[in-house]
């Protein structure tokens, strides 16, 4: 465990490196782009924005591989991942962030305990609990950096109020203004965040740290199923002819491209996809680079010259899921399930609850389990990207474990 901790320092370092220069150098480029806006250069400001879109990808990637590092340390366990995502996909600039202090914390906790392993959390692309999650004696805990003479002040009234002798008449309000008492406020929220995130790491369950509801977890009774092999089958045999099609129960379509189709990829399979109906979604399968919560693709058993290949372009996946069949599944395996009306959808989408529920075309899925649940994105991630079967998500909530 010692060795692993040792790679994931080394890896974090690198990716540190790397990270902040693509930062500094994509901030060059929207100056740039600010000055050829200024002066028309249409060809210029063209090119400029393609040089800010490969940074962006760049930079997604690293951020990919430093959630590979953080998957590793939840156990590839998603319901653990999922309790540090606040629903929020903006990721923080890194050249306006207390990194460099961030930096300076993680060697620090490094040198006190070889065994330890220091994540960052800016680095990823879901957690947003705490400047480091610190890994030592299978266990984690949540540090938060104290930088600037306010910070370090909030933090020390903090720690003096949890005194168990404390008593508020001793309190010298001559140095604390409104501002600081705000920032003391936002501090309380986000330990308790990290409170609540701890606390069900230990024991599985307990309240959300970014809502008020209990957390509980549906898992399907049978193991997980996976159509990794019929996707790996797909991919051998667009070798013979540059592309490949394939069907999952009849609900997940597949498609693979290479070499000479590659440039019209998109145009294909946006063809073909008008004819499976009017309720289907599509992704691109290398959307799990930018997207934040999700298993890299590092850990998918599809070989490394097969990920490689999808990562720099050179064979494309594309994913529809059919709606209707997805729903027809669920009553076919003893699970209520129907397009919720747009009214119903509507007032779910009012109550504005902490996690968005899924809809396409102003309409939301309910399935008839655990007192009515409403389908959240998720399904499309857990289907589309993580290659699991359908039958073996519907089961999660026909056979869940008791």
């Known amino acids: 465990m010692v060795v692993v901790r040792q790679g994931f320092r080394i890896g974090q370092k690198l ?11 994509r ?7 600010l000055e050829y806006k200024k002066e028309k250069q249409k060809e210029l400001i063209k090119k400029n924005n393609n040089e800010i879109r490969l940074l962006n990808y760049k930079i997604k990637l690293l951020r990919h591989f430093a959630d590979f590092i953080a998957w590793q340390v939840f156990q590839n366990d998603y319901y653990k991942a999922r309790r540090f995502y606040s629903g929020n996909p903006q990721r923080p600039d890194l050249l306006n962030t207390n990194l460099q202090s961030v930096i300076l914390a993680t060697e620090q906790l490094h040198r006190q305990d070889e065994s330890s392993f220091a994540l960052i959390s800016d680095l990823t692309s879901f957690i947003d609990i705490g400047d480091i999650l610190l890994i030592k004696d299978e266990t984690i805990s949540i540090v938060e950096c104290k930088e600037g003479d306010v910070q370090r002040k909030v933090f020390s009234f903090l720690d003096e109020i949890q005194r168990d002798d404390f008593d508020a008449k001793n309190i010298d309000y ?9 920032q003391a406020q936002r501090n309380i929220k986000q330990l308790e965040k990290g409170r609540r995130a701890v606390n069900f790491l230990k024991h599985e369950k307990g309240l ?14 049978k193991p997980r199923e996976y159509y990794f092999k019929y996707l790996i089958d797909l991919i051998e045999e667009s070798k013979s002819d ?29 063809e073909m996809v008008k004819g499976l109906g009017e309720k289907v979604i599509t992704t691109d399968y290398l959307r799990i680079i930018g997207l934040p919560l999700k298993e890299p693709i590092f850990f998918k058993p599809i070989g490394a010259e097969t990920i490689f290949d999808i990562l720099f372009g050179r064979l494309k ?21 129907r397009w919720l009306t747009t009214k119903e959808t509507n007032a779910i ?14 309409q939301g899925i309910m399935v008839d389990a655990d007192g009515g649940t409403i389908l959240g994105d998720s399904f499309l991630i857990y289907l589309m990207l993580d290659n699991l079967t359908p039958t073996s998500y519907v089961d999660r909530y026909a056979f869940p474990k008791k």
Do not use: C, H, W
């Open 15 to 25: 990716i540190v490196e790397e990270i902040v220069k693509l930062f500094e150098e």
């Open 27 to 33: 901030a060059i480029l929207k100056s740039k782009e």
């Open 174 to 182: 001559t140095d604390k203004t409104d501002k600081f008492f705000d």
């Open 208 to 221: 959300d740290p970014f809502s008020d509801r209990e957390i509980k977890i549906t898992e399907a009774g």
């Open 242 to 270: 540059d592309s490949a099609y394939g069907i999952v129960e009849d609900i997940l379509y597949i498609v693979v491209y290479r070499n000479a189709k590659l440039a019209a990829s998109q145009f294909i399979f946006n």
């Open 317 to 337: 996946i594309f994913v529809a899921i059919k709606l209707d069949k997805l729903i027809e599944l669920f009553n076919t395996r003893g699970v209520k399930a």
């Open 349 to 362: 989408l009012d109550k504005k609850g902490p996690y968005k529920p899924f809809v396409f075309q102003n």
